[in-house]
């Protein structure tokens, strides 16, 4: 792609280098500062000619100039499960059986540009300690999942505190889980809770 035109401008107090290019197929493009790229949502644009370009590229730092931006922070959460189907044949399950749980702490973009509105989400970085644990996933299955449910929600320190909560609680589950895989002390597990609960109900 070779580069016909170049210009220094100007943009949010410092200089951005306009590059116009074109392509072997005649196409013309000119990438837009990052700045604009973040609220706008992409960053290039392309037109049959130089100057359609050059008048795309107008409107779009126009668009940026009069976007009018909101911002939040936000979790975003995903729950996923689906049921079990018991193969009677060799007893196992055709799909497995599960849940999982992910979550992540987003800064929320909203965008408001000629009466539509347009959102943009930025991760925190791993490191952030305003972030949840990494890799929020609890109890993974095996093939599709039945349902999924996602939604943003605003960030509170309640829900913050909510989805660690679950997090700790089901990788613990996990943990105990994992050492029954001796059925023998599986059988144990089983009937001391058993025997638990025949005992509170005598002593009721």
Same mark, same amino acid.
């Given at each position: 792609?070779?580069?016909?035109? $170049?210009?220094?401008?100007?943009?949010?107090?410092?200089?951005?280098?306009?590059?116009?290019?074109?392509?072997?197929?005649?196409?013309? /493009?000119?990438?837009?500062?990052?700045?604009? *790229?973040?609220?706008?949502? +992409?960053?290039?644009?392309?037109?049959?000619?130089? /100057?359609?370009?050059l008048?795309?590229?107008?409107?779009?730092?126009?668009?940026?100039?009069?976007?009018? $931006?909101?911002?939040?922070?936000?979790?975003?959460?995903?729950?996923?499960h689906?049921t079990?189907?018991?193969?009677?044949?060799?007893?196992?399950?055709? /799909?497995?059986?599960?849940?999982?749980? $992910?979550?992540?702490? +987003?800064?929320?973009?909203?965008?408001?540009?000629?009466?539509?509105?347009? +959102?943009?989400?930025?991760?925190?970085?791993f490191? /952030?300690?305003?972030?949840?644990?990494?890799?929020?996933?609890?109890?993974?299955? +095996?093939?599709?999942?039945?349902?999924?449910?996602?939604?943003?929600?605003?960030? $509170?320190?309640?829900?913050?505190?909510?989805?660690?909560?679950?997090?700790?609680?089901?990788?613990?589950?996990?943990?105990?889980?994992?050492?029954?895989? *001796?059925?023998?002390?599986?059988?144990?597990?089983?009937?001391?809770?058993?025997?638990?609960?025949?005992?509170?109900?005598?002593?009721?």
């Amino acid at each position: 792609m070779a580069i016909i035109r $170049t210009e220094t401008m100007w943009f949010g107090g410092e200089k951005f280098i306009k590059r116009i290019k074109v392509d072997k197929d005649g196409e013309f /493009s000119i990438k837009l500062p990052p700045e604009a *790229n973040d609220i706008l949502g +992409y960053d290039i644009v392309k037109a049959d000619t130089q /100057s359609q370009a050059l008048e795309l590229f107008r409107v779009a730092l126009i668009d940026y100039q009069n976007a009018q $931006t909101t911002t939040r922070k936000v979790i975003i959460y995903e729950v996923k499960h689906n049921t079990a189907e018991l193969n009677e044949k060799d007893l196992h399950f055709e /799909s497995g059986v599960g849940l999982v749980v $992910t979550a992540r702490v +987003y800064i929320e973009h909203k965008i408001r540009i000629k009466d539509e509105d347009k +959102y943009n989400y930025k991760k925190l970085d791993f490191d /952030s300690d305003e972030d949840l644990p990494h890799g929020l996933g609890v109890i993974d299955f +095996y093939g599709h999942a039945d349902k999924v449910h996602k939604n943003a929600i605003d960030w $509170t320190q309640e829900r913050h505190d909510f989805f660690i909560m679950i997090y700790e609680a089901m990788t613990n589950l996990i943990l105990k889980l994992n050492e029954l895989k *001796n059925p023998g002390a599986l059988i144990d597990f089983i009937d001391s809770g058993v025997k638990l609960i025949e005992n509170d109900q005598n002593n009721a």
